[in-house]
Structure formats: structure tokens, C-alpha cells
């Protein structure tokens, strides 16, 4: 009995090593934040910045990746630090507030009250290609600006591109998505100041 039991655990501890679970590798999608201006706002107005709305997909921590036209997957050891979704809500209202332009910058989730609206849509934040092509990184997502005051969208932008990754690991994936959100949340904020410049906040 003895014997046997010593060789059932010996069993168990071999089954259990060669079924390990593989470490998983988080990642984070940030861009290079700047210091806050100290100069007045060059708009006195309130901004909120609402939830991202996203395909389930995005509202996962799971990394996604496109291997044809309709065809998706993720990858079950590569996963980002929170789901991207949230993760771009966060840089955009850092940028924004880091930009000077406005009063003030808030997230819709807290009490803060505002004059307008940012909100919007992610549609993709995909890796794409196969064995045999090079890889791009995809960002495709909109937003919109809605005026509390008149109940109504007064401006909106859409960002969609395909940025090269030099390589095919998952680190330069994310850091071509990086570069990628980088310029899409550059150009949002300076649509945003240029609207604002030729429609002056009403006081």
C-alpha cells in the first residue's frame, strides 16, 4: 500500500508539472504624457469625456488579433494590463486635460459637471496578418462631440489606420499600436481646438 501510494503521487507530480500553466504576458497600451499648462484655459468651457462603447471583444483583457476578413482570435497568454476600451477613455482625458485648451477635463463617471460631451466608439484594435504577409496594427474609432446646452452631436471625428509593425513578436504589435493611438488622440484633441477656435463657447 505504501508502495502503491508513493507511485500514485510520484504520477500525480509528473501530470501536474507537464500540465503547468503557461505564464501569461500583460501589456499596456500609454502614450508620452505631457505637463499640464499653467497658463489660463484658452476655452472657458467644461469638458466630460463618457465611456467608450465597444464589442465585447475590447471590453475584454485578451489581446485580438485578425487572421482574415470576418475571422478573429485572441491570444490566450498575451492579454493587456485593463481592457483597452477603458484604457483609451483614460488617455483621452489625460490628453485633453494635459492640452490646456479646456476648464476643465473629467470623466463622465465622476460627479464633475460639464458643458459637453466626448463620447464615442471603438470599432477594432486588431493585429493583422498571417505567416506569409507583414503585420499591421489597426486602430479604427470615432468620437463625438454632444453640447449639453442644445441637445445636439456638434462635431465628430473618426480615426482609422493600418500602422506597421517591425516584426511579428507581440511587443512591437503593441508598441505599433501605441504609435497608432498616439496620432488618432493627437488629432482629436487639435479637431477639438480647432471647433472650439471658430465656435467660441457661449458664456
Known amino acids: 500500500r505504501v508502495l502503491l501510494a508513493s507511485g500514485l ?14 505564464p501569461s504576458m500583460f501589456y499596456q497600451l500609454d502614450i508620452p504624457d505631457s505637463s499640464a499648462p499653467t ?8 469638458l466630460l469625456v463618457g465611456r467608450l ?19 478573429l482570435g485572441t ?40 458643458d459637453y460631451i466626448l463620447r464615442g466608439r471603438l470599432h477594432e484594435l486588431n493585429e493583422i496578418g498571417n505567416a506569409s504577409s507583414s ?18 452631436v456638434v462635431w465628430s471625428k473618426r480615426y482609422s489606420n493600418d500602422e506597421p ?12 499600436r501605441n504609435k497608432n493611438l498616439q496620432r488618432g ?6 479637431g477639438l481646438a480647432d471647433y472650439f477656435a471658430k465656435n467660441p463657447p457661449q458664456q
Not at 503521487?9 to 503557461?22: K, M, Q, V, W
Not at 497658463?39 to 467644461?46: G, K, L
Not at 503585420?135 to 442644445?150: I, Y
Request: net charge positive; charged share 20%; with cysteine.
Open 185 to 190: 488622440i493627437d488629432q482629436i484633441v487639435a
Open 75 to 114: 491570444y490566450e497568454y498575451h492579454r493587456w494590463a485593463e481592457p483597452p476600451a477603458d484604457t483609451i477613455e483614460g488617455l483621452l482625458v489625460r490628453a485633453l486635460r494635459s492640452s490646456g485648451n479646456f476648464r476643465s477635463v473629467q470623466s463622465l463617471r465622476s460627479n464633475a459637471r460639464g
Open 53 to 71: 462603447v465597444a464589442p465585447h471583444l475590447y471590453r475584454d483583457d485578451r489581446i485580438v488579433y485578425r487572421t482574415g476578413s470576418t475571422q
Open 39 to 46: 497658463s489660463a484655459p484658452r476655452f472657458n468651457t467644461d
Open 165 to 176: 509593425v517591425n516584426g511579428k513578436e507581440v511587443p512591437a504589435v503593441v508598441e505599433a
Open 135 to 152: 503585420v499591421t496594427a489597426r486602430v479604427n474609432f470615432e468620437v463625438e462631440l454632444f453640447s449639453q446646452k442644445t441637445g445636439t
Open 9 to 22: 503521487s510520484l504520477a500525480l507530480f509528473a501530470l501536474s508539472s507537464c500540465g503547468a500553466a503557461r
